[in-house]
């Protein structure tokens, strides 16, 4: 179902277009209509939802820079230092030496360990779905090699199907068993054969095993949402996808803007792949045939006047801001071991040792140290008074490694090849889920969805906004862990220029500010040119900054970035030209996110986003999206691999729910096995009706116990029986009717009797059963 397109979603993003044609704009995207030589803005983050362009992306570079100041590598990066965590265990297991397995294996070794399993032991996921008989040993060890080597061989080469047979072929029959296990392991929980090359989508239009299985109502068509769509569908789940907004994506949205002969794809929201080693968006890529550009680490820096900052002091501060994290760092550490609940703000921290330490004392040296702060705060979307000291790197030992890269025509491309061929309810806001032992009912847009089970996927702004009702509530653990995690803010202003005036060497410079209270704003710069289609350049804001700037007049916002290029590129000659288009992002007040991605709070740590991914209503309703992946938080392989977690999960449940099911079932079987035998010579038999009296009495009076056979084409077996107990005269009774609607219609309605299942007899007809049993089998034995 494609979604609609060219609608206004929402009014929260900005929105200038082309200077000489402001005819092209609605008036009623205007901030200032009548301010004509200002860029027309609106507020709209959803305002198009054309697809990305398509063609080669286009390096307009008219009027390049002159060669800039000295510049530093500096990776955008959410850690900085990782052996010192205060909970050691988050680290065990994850990168340990290869030099237990034999050389040959140290490559695919080194593959499973990218895509996060640790080489000498089994993941949590492996020992619950029971991958070898018993945890340790050489069985253990045999496993570890083989799923390595079927991880491995799959990954070079992403575009084919794996099967069964090619996983065997290298591999003794003597390890089938293991073979068979890591197989099945690798495959539903989409560490092997998932994506988007059409081999893979060929295989998965039908059910893996050929099983139909429950229904499951999706809630949120961003990447964690049509990753598990997209998973359960080719295990035999029925879905359907509810989404709120009038496209897919959530917070990955590309929007095309235009003007002056000119075109880009922005990324508004989820924009680097960061780390693409073992990265699932690498391998769509791979299969899209889309080529990585790598995010260059070169990142000049520029004071407010525009001067580069000097090389040497550049330096000294950025070792300075290294040792104040890592003696935070050690503190820490001693601090958990001694008070195991003891968290304080990681701003407090910092400062705390900043000033004792005499560090970044002049205005130069605090302008840079607060530019490094601005760079943590946008990598946590939040203040630096809001991190948790103890925990707000938790995710440190499971970071992706590579490099960090953009895809030419953004992610979008992703995002629109995932939603394809899925059943996608766009415009459905969910208000309710309603769980219980009969299944989930949720409603959206004065529609009732019902399913099996329902998959969550909305945002941690969403769940902290209260925005959806749970019925009955939500656990007081998952609430307080709601509560507890952390969920911030990183707005963007996207500008589409009439040419490239930055240059082509660079992806990255910043800009540093005296005002540290505004240390986020517009202090990173991103340029787009390469992998755009056009001259785009993206300014980010972060940290208290980002807050404010969803109350600044978005024309005003746009003023303040051009005033800080020209600030910076005027000295060396270039001019500024006005851009043809703009865009700044109100993700803060975007009603179906309120706000960009997670980090830990103060008292939270990485257990609650475990808590958050835990399964409510014993497995009625699960949780999947970014804020759910402990590993992988703030990141959109994280929410990706949060979907395939919880497709594996779903799974898990039906096959488990199934199981239960089919041993009632078995049970309640042998019960009516044990009673049919009762009705192989029955006292009576009239149409669809058999009875058998009470043996101690051949009073009108005395008890019957009939059966009644159903028999339909929609029955799962041949026929239905159900029973009553009424007396021996109304059994006679309803004999000497014909037709069984009329022998029903006096059962109901005279007799006033219900028919009921095996189970349902109650304590009289329990007590007939047995005495019939009784008389039946002493007459067998006499005899």
Known sequence: MEPPQDTSENPNDVVSDDFSSPENTNPEDQENPGATLEPPISDS?????DPVPDEQPQNTNSNPAEPGPPVRRRRRRKRFFTEL???????????????????????EALIAISVGFPVDSLTEEEIEANVVSRIGGQEQSNYIVVRNHILARWRSNVSVWLTRDHALESIRAEHKNLVDSAYNFLL?????NFGLAPAVKEAKLKSLDGVERANVVIVGAGLAGLVAARQLVSMGFKVVVLEGRLRPGGRVKTRKIKGDGVVAAADLGGSVLTGINGNPLGVLARQMGLPLHKVRDICPLYLPDG????????SRIEVSFNKLLDRVCKLRHAMIEEVKSVDVPLGTALEAFRSVYKVAEDSQERMLLNWHLANLEYANASLMSNLSMAYWDQDDPYEMGGDHCFIPGGNERFVRALAGDLPIFYGRTVQSIRYGIDGVRVYAGGQEFRGDMALCTVPLGVLKKG?????????????????????GLLNKVAMLFPYNFW?????????????????????????????????????????????KFEMMSPVESVKRVLNILRGIFHPKGIVIPDPVQAVCTRWGKDCFTYGSYSYVAIGSSGDDYDILAESVGDGRVFFAGEATNKQYPATMHGAFLSGMREAAHILRVARRRSLALSDKVNSDDEESDGLNILFENPDLTFGSFSAVFDPISNDLGSHALIRVKFHGDKLDSSFLCLYGLITRKQTIQLSELNGDGNRMNLLHRNFGVKLVGRKGLSNMGEALVSRIKAAKFNHNVGD
Do not use: C, W
């Open 85 to 107: 965590n205060g909970n050691p265990s988050f680290s065990k297991n994850r990168r340990p030496r290869i030099s237990g397995l034999a050389k040959e294996m140290d490559t």
């Open 188 to 192: 539903e929980h989409g560490y092997i």
């Open 45 to 49: 983050q959803d305002e198009s939802s």
């Open 467 to 487: 925005s959806i009702e749970f019925v009955p509530e939500l656990p007081q653990r998952k609430k307080d862990a709601i509560q507890r995690l952390g969920y």
């Open 503 to 547: 240059g082509g060497e660079i992806d990255t410079f910043g800009h540093l500010t005296e005002d540290s209270s505004m240390r986020g704003e517009f202090f990173l710069f991103y340029s787009y040119s390469s992998v755009s289609g056009g001259p785009l350049l993206v300014a980010l804001v972060a940290g208290d900054a980002a807050i």
């Open 307 to 314: 001067k580069a900052v000097d090389a040497d002091v550049d």
